[in-house]
């Protein structure tokens, strides 16, 4: 198993910039590959980002493409989150999640494992 845990969100205008980490512990954790999903209020969980075990490949949802970006130090147990330019419809609690599949997903029930969540609020 691994235990994930997101760093705190946080309040942020418009046009700002905020960087989420997940620190994993337990098993290896370059032997997952490593999403972020969202859940705005009043919807359902969604996808943003995917990045492979190795790192070199990552996947985004067309909502924030070119905005966000999805790195992961493996010696550190360390994945990331750089969201620039942040909009108000990026408002929502964001979790990271970890899957053991061997191939490479982006669908939540392949993802095993999950972070508790951290709040992000970006203001008008």
């Known amino acids: 198993q691994v235990q994930l845990v997101e760093s705190e969100g946080g309040l942020v205008q418009a046009g700002g910039s905020l960087r989420l980490s997940c620190a994993a512990s337990?098993?290896?954790?370059?032997?997952?590959?490593m999403g972020w999903f969202r859940q705005a209020p009043g919807k359902e969980r969604e996808f943003v980002a995917a990045t492979s075990r190795s790192g070199l490949h990552t996947n985004y949802a067309d909502s924030v493409k070119g905005r966000f970006t999805s790195s992961r130090d493996n010696a550190k147990n360390t994945l990331y989150l750089q969201m620039n330019s942040l909009k108000p419809e990026d408002t929502a609690v964001y979790y990271c999640?970890?899957?053991?599949?061997?191939?490479?997903?982006?669908?939540?029930?392949?993802?095993?494992?999950w972070g508790q969540g951290t709040q992000v609020t970006v203001s008008s």
């Open positions: 337990g098993r290896t954790f370059s032997d997952y590959l």
């Open positions: 999640a970890a899957s053991s599949r061997p191939y490479y997903t982006i669908s939540q029930p392949d993802f095993d494992f």
